[in-house]
């Protein structure tokens, strides 16, 4: 069995086809004269354009205007007069239009590279789709093969650019994996919008798997079974049709109160990296946001975000919520979620060492800045800090002491801010034990269940021998969860869920019972924990 990142849910069963990039060696081509060369890279463009707006309007229909939108942005791009000009300069100057193509188009992903507005990264790798495709046209090369695919394939590849994406027949196609990207990255964005089955970021795919092999692909664990048994396929289909059948049903939930059998009022919110997420939130009629894990801002970028970026971020995610509870996590870093710009240091043991709320009280200049992008956007909606890694109560202390000094210098300043409710996570046995004390200390709990499971039961959830012990329905995780939803009660503050836990729909029940109040789970599971919730007193 293989394993990647399940970034777009659902099951497919089908027929390996790797996609392997047509080469885009140009070594040998000949200088021919410059009229002739600006010819061959003008016809390129023209084809290129044509092209792409056929695309960008089967994208429309299959998969939204949004989508389409990333296609309609390689059109602009490939016109920019300053690109063009690049260009030509260079085939004025002795080279062939591949070389001319090639070397503008490397100027604009260097640049576009070492931006630090994440947007603008991004558009590095619709630069690189660009030179590929006028390469592939000046060479007149076939590019992937993707449009002629038989039905019921699964198609493989290093990775899947916006071009290569939208060029998919979703008829004839049951899955796609790649060997790169994350659930934010455009092939994601827009195999989700097509609805695609996807599994990312499997190292080595396109060697481990061969043409031909029957895959099973599972988007929701990020799994892929190569060449099953009868019996296997047999098993998925089954829970392919299941989960199909009941995700249709499930559309009735939408919109629909979140109350208890009984009839008390519980909350289904959802989990965010990034600010594009909410609009997922949104579909699923989340009731709010109740983990935003801001360390993706962080991450796959050379420097960290600055204060304005992050304002931006929260203030997008606030806004879009209209005044709807959105609980952002302060930067959750070490573990297993490495930034290597930030140079935390190796150490023997991660998960116990200087991560999350222990690195940003120490790194203050970094911690104050994303406190007061906070602040600042709290203004827009209806925020509240989350505190994570939180195991004794000097370390909320020191905590709600940076964040009052950086209200006094936003007030200082003349800065416009809010002074937001503090919460914390409660995910280490040590918060557990002094619930009771914390509760005191913060204005709501949310409970960290896939770090609370693992440090519960003293088992790294990453070491396959000791797997099985990394299981949240074990009495002790469950007495845990149990004392921090008592404690909270009993010192009047709310308590959540943020872990994969509150989306179990065997454990939902117990919850219930003992009076947890929100369950913030991935926008995908919103509707399926509404429906448990509803069907279950509490
Ligand atoms: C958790 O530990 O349960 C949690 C929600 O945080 P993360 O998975 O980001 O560590
Ligand atoms: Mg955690």
Known sequence: MLNGIGASRGYGI????????????????????????????????????????????????????????????????????????????????????????????????????????????????????????????????????????????????????????????????????????????????????????????????????????????????????????????????????????????????????????????????????????VQNVIQNSGEGIGLFRTEFLFMERSCEPSEEEQYEAYATVARAMDFKEVIIRTLDIGGDKDIPYLAVEKEENPFLGHRAIRYCLDEKKLFKKQIRAILRAAVYGNIKIMLPLITCTDEVRRAKSIIAECENELKNENTEFKSVPLGIMVETPSAVLISDILAKEVDFFSIGTNDLTGYIMAVDRGNAKVSKLYDTSMPSVLKAIEITIKNAKANGITVGMCGEAAADVNLIPLFLEWGLDEFSVSPGSILQTRKTICENNG
Do not use: W
């Open 14 to 277: 089908g027929k390996a086809i790797i996609i392997k990039n047509a080469s885009l060696d140009y070594s040998h081509k000949k200088y021919t004269s410059a009229e002739n060369e600006k010819e061959r890279l003008q016809k390129a463009i023209d084809s290129f354009v044509k092209e792409t707006s056929l695309l960008a309007e089967s994208v429309k229909k299959s998969a939204g205007d949004k989508e389409a939108e990333i296609l309609r942005g390689h059109i602009v791009m490939v016109n920019d007069p300053f690109m063009i000009s690049q260009i030509r300069e260079s085939i004025d100057n002795g080279s062939v239009a591949e070389k001319g193509v090639d070397t503008a188009c490397q100027m604009f992903i260097d640049m576009f590279s070492s931006a630090d507005d994440e947007l603008i990264k991004q558009r590095a790798s619709d630069v690189k789709d660009i030179r590929d495709s006028l390469l592939k046209k000046l060479l007149n090369t076939v590019g992937a093969d993707i449009d002629s695919v038989p039905p019921d394939s699964v198609l493989i590849a290093e990775d899947f650019t916006p071009s290569m994406t939208s060029r998919i027949k979703k008829e004839n196609v049951n899955a796609i994996i790649t060997e790169v990207g994350g659930i934010t990255s455009h092939s994601a964005i827009l195999a989700r919008a097509m609805g695609l089955p996807a599994v990312l970021s499997v190292s080595g795919a396109t060697e481990r798997i061969q043409n031909g092999d029957i895959l099973i692909v599972d988007g929701i664990k990020g799994n892929i079974i190569i060449n099953p048994e009868k019996s296997d396929i047999d098993k998925y289909a089954q829970i392919q049709a299941e989960y199909l059948r009941e995700k249709e049903s499930l559309n009735a939930y939408i919109g629909k109160p979140t109350v208890t059998e009984n009839g008390n009022k519980k909350a289904v919110y959802g989990n965010i990296g990034k600010p594009e997420d």
